[in-house]
Nanobody
Framework: QVQLVESGGGLVPSGGSLRLSCVASGFSAANYEMNWYRQAPGKDREWVAT????????NYADSVKGRFTVSRDSGRNAVYLQMNSLKPEDTAIYYC????????WGQGTQVTVSS
């Protein structure tokens, strides 16, 4: 059974850092494209970052490039999102997504950045 569980969200001041985790089960995350998305109140869900395949390709939305880093730990079957220099506009629920034969989503973790 495919499952994604995010954690690591919280309340931080502007300029602070957080590290989100997404632990996968039921498949090997290292073999698939894994994405981070976020959804702010009243806005559509938007793509944030991707880590893909055994070459560990990464890609970032322009709004987070240079501040966020996506990585994975194959041994823990987990994907991480290190978020530095956080801004109030980064406030959102952050979701982990796995692209298998269909898209699977975690339950999300709340990130709130105070100004």
């Amino acid at each position: 059974q495919v499952q994604l569980v995010e954690s690591g969200g919280g309340l931080v001041p502007s300029g602070g850092s957080l590290r989100l985790s997404c632990v996968a089960s039921g498949f090997s995350a290292a073999n698939y494209e894994m994405n981070w998305y976020r959804q702010a109140p009243g806005k559509d869900r938007e793509w944030v970052a991707t880590i893909a395949d055994i070459r560990i390709r990464t890609n970032y939305a322009d709004s987070v490039k240079g501040r966020f880093t996506v990585s994975r730990d194959s041994g823990r079957n987990a994907v991480y999102l290190q978020m530095n220099s956080l801004k109030p506009e980064d406030t959102a629920i952050y979701y982990c997504q796995a692209k298998l034969w269909r898209d699977f989503w975690g339950q999300g973790t709340q990130v709130t950045v105070s100004s």
